[in-house]
C-alpha cells in the first residue's frame, strides 16, 4: 500500500496484534476497517466510542488536499467525528476500506471525545511517535 501523502511504501507496524500501516516518513498512520474499532478495546476505550469509524460524517466542503486510499487508489472523504471533534478533519475511503490520520488528528480526535487519561496513555503507549504532531521523523521541518 502506498502514502496517500507522498506515494511511498507503507510500513507495517504491529500493535498489541494489530496490524497498522504508517508511512516511514512520518506522513500518518492508516487504519483498515475494523483495526480502529480493535485497538479501542484493546486500549480500554469505553464502549460506545469503539463503532466511532461508523459515525463519521462526510464533510463536502472540507478543503485540504485531496488523498486517495492505499487500499483502492479511490479519492477519499473528508470526514469528521460527531461532536466536539468537528474541527478534526479526516480521511476515510468511500468504500469502507478505512481510515487515514495525519500527525496528531488521531490524538486530537481521542480528546475531543473525552477519552478517558489511561485509554489514551495506553494508545499513546501503542502508537509512540505516530500518534502525536511533531513526529520525530516529519520531512517537513
Ligand atoms: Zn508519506
Ligand atoms: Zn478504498
Redesign the pocket.
Known amino acids: 500500500m502506498?502514502?496517500?501523502?507522498?506515494?511511498?511504501p507503507?510500513v507495517i507496524i504491529e500493535v498489541e496484534d494489530v496490524e497498522l500501516d504508517v508511512?516511514?516518513?512520518?506522513?500518518?498512520i492508516w487504519f483498515d476497517a475494523d483495526e480502529l474499532r480493535m485497538l479501542f478495546l484493546k486500549a480500554g476505550v469505553r464502549e460506545e466510542l469503539h463503532a466511532l469509524d461508523q459515525k463519521l460524517e462526510r464533510l463536502k466542503k472540507a478543503k485540504g488536499p485531496k488523498r486517495r486510499c492505499p487500499r483502492c487508489s479511490r479519492k477519499m472523504w473528508k470526514v469528521a467525528a460527531p461532536g466536539r471533534s468537528e474541527h478534526v478533519i479526516l480521511d476515510a475511503c468511500p468504500d469502507d476500506h478505512g481510515l487515514w490520520f495525519d500527525p496528531g488528528e488521531l490524538e486530537e480526535m481521542l480528546r475531543s471525545q473525552l477519552v478517558e487519561d489511561e485509554a489514551l496513555d495506553r494508545v499513546r503507549d501503542y502508537l509512540g511517535a505516530f500518534i502525536s504532531k511533531g513526529n520525530p521523523i516529519d520531512?517537513d521541518d
Open positions: 502506498l502514502c496517500p501523502a507522498n506515494g511511498e507503507l508511512c516511514p516518513e512520518g506522513h500518518g520531512p
